[in-house]
């Protein structure tokens, strides 16, 4: 996509990647997604983030048509992450800029990435300003959202914050503001980045808002890494509303159950369980985990109150797909949530005593009795599956108080 002026002498320069599908090796990303940059024009020409590498060729035509490469003067690295530094080598190469701005963290590493001895670093300090003309950019640390190095840009005279990978959202599109589109699509999306990536780093989140609540920054345009921008005031509202609640860890009255199985049994029960959370009085989604993504069972298990987990015993263990999204969900830190768990097992029953070990280990309030059943399920198992929902669904409105 060409260069889109954001505001007056404000172009966003980034790149549009249609078919990105597997987002940072980990997470899916089924709409594409965008590696938003922006490049100031003021007395001082200002590059603000480059893109990854494949897209160099792409990314340079974008400039090309504001200015010359090399009459950049300045490039600010808010975050090292390759999606975002990928190219930065090729881009110092061309533009052979007098600064590069970087946070402290981010020029502890730099030098891991790239060899950048003679580069013109320059470490700037979390709210240390430097004027460009009319213009300033204040630059404010964000350490571990999501990296270490993370850093936002503020130009105050245009009121934007261009925020790195907070408030960012997977979707390539040919527009560039949520103005434009369905909000309510932008609200989904931005919620499973949030649950796939930021998630683990809420009590920053929490803490990176409170700050920017006491510093009284005047912002009309939010601008992501990833996605669309948010302008004017109430969809910048809307951005920042929406990650105090994900940051919170609000859930809803809901459960999923992520269960793997090998002869149907543990489905039959999976089945049996969710037939209880809904006469309870909650909503519940089965996911099987040879069905669905890691990563989308994630952003289900995000709003939920509960989460349920099934499994064979396979050899005294588990289902090996159960612990791969048992590995990836208890790395991303759920929080406010209630668990349990059930199983099937043919010779030996060491599944639900190995679910029970995870439900502690990811702190969730764990709802007994865990069910398991030697081969298949009868009548009275299902029932006490079913009563389990129904136990499920109670703690659920207990925790969220609706």
Known sequence: MRPVEVKNGIHWVGVVDWNCRNFHGYARSAMGTTYNAFLVEDEKKVLIDTV?????????????????????DYLVVNHLELDHSGCLEKIVEKVNPEKIFVSPMGGK?????????????????????????????????????HWPDNMFTYIPEEKMLISSDAFGQNWATSERFVDEVDKGRVERLMAEYYA?????????????????GELGLDVDMLCPDHGLMFRGEEDVKFALDAYSRYARQ???NKAVIVYDTMWHSTERMASAIASGIADGGCSVRL???????????????????AVVFGSPTHNNGILPGMADVLTYIKGLRPQNKVGACFGSFGWSGECVNILTDWIKAMKLDLVEPAIKVRNRPDHDTLKECYELGLNIAKAIREKTGK
């Not at 979390?126 to 460009?132: A, D, M, N, Q, Y």
């Not at 796939?196 to 920017?212: D, G, R």
């Not at 985990?289 to 939920?304: R, Y």
Request: proline share 4%; hydrophobic share 35%; glycine share 4%.
């Open 52 to 72: 990854k590498a494949e897209s160099l060729s792409q990314f340079l035509c974008n400039i090309t048509h504001i200015c010359k490469p090399e009459e950049i």
């Open 109 to 145: 590493v730099l030098k891991t990435f790239f060899d950048c001895e003679d580069w013109p670093i320059h470490v700037i300090k979390s709210g240390e300003e430097v004027s460009i003309g009319k213009r300033t950019l204040r630059f404010f640390e964000t350490r571990m959202l």
């Open 196 to 212: 796939n990536i930021v998630n683990p780093y809420s009590p920053k989140v929490i803490k990176t808002l409170e700050s920017l």
């Open 250 to 252: 609000e859930c809803e």
């Open 287 to 305: 996911m099987s985990v040879k069905a669905n993504h890691h990563s989308d069972i994630m952003s289900e298990v995000f709003k939920s109150g």
